[in-house]
Structures are given as structure tokens and as C-alpha cells.
């Protein structure tokens, strides 16, 4: 999304940020959705997931452990209350877009659910061509907007999202 697009895109849409227990797609184990109407957010929501392995090995970047999520409800169960929130969406916002896409599809697919129609938009590729920012990591674009961030805290990770989004929108 350019700086010309962003003057003609819509600005409902909904942020979206997993985090995942091992290196397969289908490992999510905490997602967060933050929806976003006019450039004012107003819905959120952030769940916990039991992945489909035991082992997380990604524990040291996210903190979430094995016992957090061993009752937690699986993506095939959370993801029919979750999508509701999509409902009037022009597009998922996601830093580096191609990773949350990739394991939203593997989620759904190994869950045996459809994944939602609507596009992508990388706020990594908006913060680079709103500002010409250079890095764009999830940490260099919220200091440069001024936005605090728990990084690899999901609902943190999705909200610091929408803000650039939003903020590139009113840029233009």
C-alpha cells in the first residue's frame, strides 16, 4: 500500500498477529485481532491456543509455555468465535504479512476451515513507503511513530499494527 493507495483505501480493517510454538505454520499458540473502522480501533481480542505439538520452542522469544496453553481450546474451536470480528474488513493488517497469512492458512487448513477471503496488507512494506523507513522492524517502526510495544506480546504486536496502518492512513 503506497502512499498514492493509502489516499483511496478504505480504513476498516482488522490487525491480526500470531504467535507460534515451533517452526511449522499450524503452531499457533496465541493470536490477537484488533478491528479497526474509520481509524479508530474498536474491537479487540487475543486468545491463548493449544498447538497441535507439545514442544515450544519458542518460548524464550514469546514467553508462552507448554502448561499456558495445555487447556486452552484449539484453533478449530477458537476461530468460528474469532472471525466474526473480520465482518466489514477490507483487509488484514499484519507486520511482515506473509508469515501471520501463511499460518493463518495452515491453521485453517489443518483445522479443516476455510480462510477468509480478504487481502493482506504489510504494514513492513506501508512503513517503507509512507516514511521511507529503513529498518522496519515491528520495534524501529513503533519508535519512529512513537508507539509502545511489548514485542512478541501478540495483542501488543497486533495493536502497534493497526496504529501504523492508521497512521500511514492519515499521512496521505
Known amino acids: ?11 476498516n480493517f482488522v490487525a491480526i498477529d500470531f504467535e507460534t510454538a ?3 505454520r499450524d503452531s499457533a499458540c496465541a ?9 479508530q480501533i474498536v474491537q479487540t481480542d487475543y486468545r491463548l491456543i493449544r ?5 515450544i520452542l519458542f518460548t524464550y522469544i514469546h514467553g508462552i509455555t507448554w502448561p499456558q496453553v495445555a ?10 468465535e474469532l472471525s466474526p470480528l473480520l465482518e466489514g474488513a477490507d483487509y488484514l493488517a499484519a507486520h511482515n ?12 487448513r489443518s483445522a479443516d476451515l476455510a480462510p477468509p477471503d480478504i487481502p493482506f496488507e504489510c504494514t513492513v512494506k506501508l512503513a517503507r513507503n509512507t ?6 522492524k515491528l520495534p524501529d517502526v513503533c519508535d519512529f511513530l512513537g508507539i509502545p510495544l511489548n514485542h512478541h506480546d501478540a495483542m501488543s504486536d ?12 492519515q499521512t496521505s
Open 1 to 11: 500500500m503506497s502512499k498514492a493507495k493509502s489516499e483511496t483505501t478504505p480504513n
Open 22 to 24: 515451533d517452526r511449522y
Open 31 to 39: 493470536v490477537a485481532l484488533v478491528k479497526v473502522e474509520n481509524n
Open 51 to 55: 498447538p497441535p505439538r507439545k514442544k
Open 71 to 80: 487447556d486452552e481450546p484449539v484453533f478449530a474451536e477458537i476461530w468460528p
Open 97 to 108: 504479512a506473509s508469515f501471520d497469512k501463511s499460518v493463518l492458512k495452515a491453521c485453517c
Open 131 to 136: 516514511w521511507n523507513l529503513y529498518p522496519t
Open 158 to 169: 497486533a495493536l502497534a499494527c493497526a496504529k501504523i496502518a492508521i497512521a500511514a492512513n
